[in-house]
């Protein structure tokens, strides 16, 4: 079964430094998704993006992030300079269509990249 | 505003017990989804069922039961005869597409579930 595939799976950085998570999405889907996870919280949505460009994002999503898809099968995150608080898990995800609408499949998530702070 | 609540934090049972974790929702849509997902310890997030909001039928798969009650704003999971592998953080939640965003996921806090042998 496709996949949605993060790396790194771990990534220890130092504060102030910039950090770029990799996504590759499942190949036939259009509509992709970054959430962080802070250690024993819930999930939460910071962006979404179609058709190479930000669909939605949330209040968490200020101007030291952005996103990209540099390449056909490539989904980034980018962390300006990286502060503290961004120590979290960020989970990539991807579906054919919005959120479920009028399909049988979700979104799929990857495994997810474990950002530490120092 | 869209929100998901699972008022239980954390669940401890012994094998082979039965336990339900709660779930309830608002949304001023009529159209929505709602979801669960499995977080072991390992942390990736497996998806267990999606259910829109027109279909109200209680589904069963295997061990796993959903309750959705619209009228009560409620997604309940069951399991049954619960296992040591089913410890986990459980996930609620929702999603608005036709509410002019994307489709993402509005999630719970999640409920802790430990099943002791």
């Known amino acids: 079964e496709p996949e949605v595939t993060q790396t790194p799976s771990h990534q220890v950085t130092q504060m102030g430094q910039e950090v770029i998570l990799r996504c590759v999405p499942i190949s036939n889907h259009l509509y992709f998704y970054w959430y962080r996870q802070i250690l024993g919280q819930k999930v939460e949505f910071l962006v979404s993006?179609?058709?190479?460009?930000?669909?939605?994002k949330s209040e968490i999503f200020d101007d030291q992030f952005s996103v990209e898809r540099p390449d056909g099968s490539n989904f980034t995150l980018k962390i300006r300079s990286t502060k503290l608080e961004d120590s979290a898990m960020y989970f990539c995800?991807?579906?054919?269509?919005?959120?479920?609408?009028?399909?049988?499949?979700?979104?799929?998530f990857g495994d997810g990249t474990r950002l530490s702070i120092l | 505003a869209q929100k998901v609540t699972q008022a239980q934090t954390e669940i401890s049972v012994v094998e082979k017990e039965d336990v339900t974790l709660d779930c309830v929702y608002e949304t001023r849509d009529t159209t929505y989804y709602l979801f669960w997902y499995k977080q072991p310890p390992s942390g990736e997030l497996v998806f267990l069922i999606r259910?829109?909001?027109?279909?109200?039928q209680n589904e069963i798969s295997g061990r796993y039961s959903w309750n959705f009650q619209k009228s009560t704003s409620s997604f309940n999971f069951t399991i049954t005869a619960s296992q040591v592998v089913d410890s986990a953080v459980y996930f609620c939640?929702?999603?608005?597409?036709?509410?002019?965003?994307?489709?993402?996921?509005?999630f719970g806090k999640g409920t802790k579930l430990s099943v002791k042998p």
């Open positions: 259910r829109n909001s027109f279909d109200e």
């Open positions: 995800a991807s579906s054919e269509i919005p959120g479920g609408r009028g399909s049988n499949q979700p979104q799929h």
């Open positions: 993006f179609y058709n190479n460009e930000i669909s939605e």
């Open positions: 939640a929702l999603s608005d597409p036709y509410g002019g965003s994307q489709g993402n996921l509005i």
